[in-house]
Nanobody, 122 residues
Framework: QVQVVESGGGLVQAGGSLRLSCTAS????????IAWFRQAPGKEREGVSC????????DYADAMKGRFTISRDNAKNTLYLQMNSLKPEDTAMYYC???????????????WGQGTQVTVSS
């Protein structure tokens, strides 16, 4: 059974940090392209960051560059998102998504978690 589970969200003040984690079971983790997405209330879902299964190709949305760091530990079947210098506009539900793909970052994602809420107060 495939399970994708995010954790690490919470309430933090502006300027603070959080580290999100995503574990994937029932999948061959070290063959997955994995990404973080987020969706704020009333807004469309947006991509945050994507990482190749080897971890050697990474991309970030412009708004996150320099503040967020994506990483993965294939031995632990875990994806991370270190978020620093958080802003109120980072408030959203954060989702982990994964797929097997010939592209280093999948264009579509088959496996999604339920999300973890991040709230940044001003």
């Amino acid at each position: 059974q495939v399970q994708v589970v995010e954790s690490g969200g919470g309430l933090v003040q502006a300027g603070g940090s959080l580290r999100l984690s995503c574990t994937a079971s029932g999948l061959t983790f070290d063959h997955l392209g994995i990404a973080w997405f987020r969706q704020a209330p009333g807004k469309e879902r947006e991509g945050v960051s994507c990482i190749h299964w080897r971890g050697d190709n990474i991309d970030y949305a412009d708004a996150m560059k320099g503040r967020f760091t994506i990483s993965r530990d294939n031995a632990k079947n875990t994806l991370y998102l270190q978020m620093n210098s958080l802003k109120p506009e980072d408030t959203a539900m954060y989702y982990c998504a994964a797929a097997y793909s010939g592209s280093w970052c999948p264009t579509t994602f088959k496996y999604w978690g339920q999300g973890t809420q991040v709230t940044v107060s001003s």
